[in-house]
C-alpha cells in the first residue's frame, strides 16, 4: 500500500464503507491490527516510535534487509480516525524509508440495552 495521504484516504474510505455493509458500526472502538515494512537497520526504532504514539507491538519478522513490524491500538474505526491514525504511522515510517501495509480489525455492532425485560433499544 502507498504511503501517499491521498492514497491512504481513498482505502479508508472503501474499507470504512466495505465494513458499515458487513454491519459494523465505525464508531466503536476497538482493537485495530496494523503491519509495516521497514528496512532492518530501522526495526528498532519504529517499535519505539509507535510504543510513544500509543500502539502495542505485537511482533517482528526480521528479514535479510526488511523487517515486518505488526502494531495495535484501540481505535475508532471511522474515516476520520482511520485517516488522522494513518497520518500518525506514515509520519513514522516515512521517516525510516518504510511502507504502510493498512489496518483491520473485527467488525463492532453499535451496543445496545439488553436488561432483561426492557426492549431492546
Avoid: C, K
Amino acid at each position: 500500500m502507498s504511503s501517499d495521504l491521498a492514497a491512504q484516504h481513498e482505502a479508508n474510505v472503501a474499507l470504512v464503507a466495505q465494513r458499515v455493509a458487513m454491519g459494523d458500526d465505525p464508531t466503536v472502538p476497538r482493537p485495530l491490527d496494523h503491519l509495516v515494512r521497514v528496512p532492518r537497520r530501522h526495526a528498532d526504532a519504529v517499535q519505539a516510535d509507535l510504543v510513544a504514539a500509543g500502539f502495542r507491538v505485537d511482533g517482528v519478522r526480521r528479514g535479510l534487509r526488511r523487517s515486518s513490524v505488526e502494531f495495535s491500538r484501540i481505535d475508532a474505526a471511522d474515516v476520520a480516525t482511520a485517516d488522522a491514525f494513518t497520518r500518525e504511522v506514515l509520519d513514522v515510517v516515512d521517516r525510516y524509508g518504510g511502507e504502510y501495509d493498512g489496518w483491520a480489525g473485527f467488525l463492532a455492532a453499535t451496543p445496545t440495552d439488553d436488561r432483561p425485560g426492557q426492549p431492546p433499544t
